[in-house]
């Protein structure tokens, strides 16, 4: 039902794959860099007629199966009200409803209104991701990915119109029933990245200040998600060069990356190494207390001395896992719950509540 509960550092650690990139490094560092502005949120699309009901056949979507749910998290008093909006279950994190109400809305848009269309299913498949069902993502994705997989000529405008986050989402879902070992989501990476760097140079040509900044973030997020997929395959030393080749980085950032690559898999030594090289006291501290607990000592009390900022739900999880850890179930149940309460959960943090309501729960006798 559940495996052990997620610790997450003080960035998030590199869930990478391996295979020795085929393509040059994916970095923005070599383009010349206009003085920075405000970061759009989005880059404007074309407008078209384009015909989506492909997207909105009613068998594409399941039902979210609930036998495997304990009986006290189905009947929580915590569940919102049936006519909860749906803005306000996302901002509490109820992400199996907000995953039902965004196909039942995908459903009743126009097939040629593609903004909410698009918009509805990114949410769909990134709450089943949360949920712990990427196996439905992926099934109620590939229509979608079948679309761009073939590129067909007819398709052009619509694969315009697909927002970039949704493309991001739709890479590790395409490739998660492919027998290949992770490769085919190293390539469409580099895919992404390819059209990220035609943009840059269209930008950089039409002195586009705001756009070059948008695609040279986003290239730099291409180049860690490459080594993400590196890692998940367990090419560790193809990341690590990998990682070595991205320029345009933070150092520090870069080194954290690596150490927590090696706690990840067991390489305690390995992450160890790394600790005299990072100048960040943060990051540093965040890393000792992480291998504290890898080596298997009691760490709650070191969360609570590195003073962060209260709403920072990577401590707060990290503190609750700990407590976990310690054998004060209540005490990091609580700490799970404030930090809901005051801001939307990660994939971590749901996976974390959701394994304590269950231990907490007449079930927990059997775990």
């Not at 590129?151 to 927002?163: D, G, H, R």
């Not at 900044?213 to 291409?222: A, G, I, T, V």
């Amino acid at each position: 039902m559940y495996g052990p509960p997620l610790v997450e550092a003080a960035t998030n650690p590199l869930v990478a794959a391996q295979v020795e990139p085929a393509s040059p490094p994916i970095s923005a560092a070599n383009e010349p860099r206009p003085a920075r502005t405000a970061r759009l949120a989005s880059v404007e699309r074309p407008k078209s007629n384009v015909d989506l009901r492909f997207l909105q056949n009613p068998r594409i979507y399941h039902s979210l199966p609930t036998e495997d749910a304990a009986l006290p998290l189905l009947g929580s008093e915590q569940q919102p009200p049936p006519d909860t909006p749906f803005p306000d279950l996302l901002r509490g994190s109820h992400f199996g409803r907000a995953a039902e109400t965004a196909a039942r809305d995908l459903l009743r848009c126009s097939p040629s209104d593609a903004e909410p269309i698009f918009r509805l299913l990114y949410t769909r498949l990134a709450c089943l991701v949360l949920v712990s069902r990427p196996d439905l993502a992926a099934q109620e994705a590939a229509p979608l990915t079948d679309l761009l997989a073939r590129n067909p000529p007819s398709a052009t405008e619509i694969v315009a119109l697909i927002p970039w986050e949704l493309r991001l989402l739709l890479v590790p879902l395409q490739s998660l029933s492919a027998e290949d070992g992770g490769r085919r989501s190293v390539m469409a990476l580099y895919v992404l990245a390819g059209e990220a760097r035609a943009h840059l140079k269209q930008a950089l040509t039409d002195e586009d200040v705001s756009g070059h900044d948008l695609w040279s973030e986003r290239l730099r997020d291409l180049g860690l998600r490459v080594a993400d997929a590196l890692v998940e395959m367990g090419e560790l030393e193809t990341a690590e060069r990998h990682l070595d080749s991205l320029t345009g980085l933070d150092l520090d950032d870069v080194t954290y990356q690596k150490a927590m690559l090696r706690i990840q898999v067991g390489d305690i030594s390995g992450a160890e190494h790394y600790l005299d090289k990072l100048e960040s006291g943060n990051k540093k501290a965040t890393l000792e207390i992480l291998l504290k607990i890898a080596d298997g000592q009691e760490a709650t009390s070191s969360w609570q001395d590195l003073k962060r900022h209260p709403d920072d739900g990577i401590m707060a999880n990290n503190l609750a896992v700990s407590s976990l850890y310690a054998g004060n179930i209540m005490d990091a149940r609580r700490i799970l719950e404030q930090t809901l309460s005051r801001s939307p959960a990660s994939a971590a943090i749901s996976f974390n509540i959701s394994t304590i309501y269950e231990l907490c729960s007449e079930r927990g006798l059997d775990h």
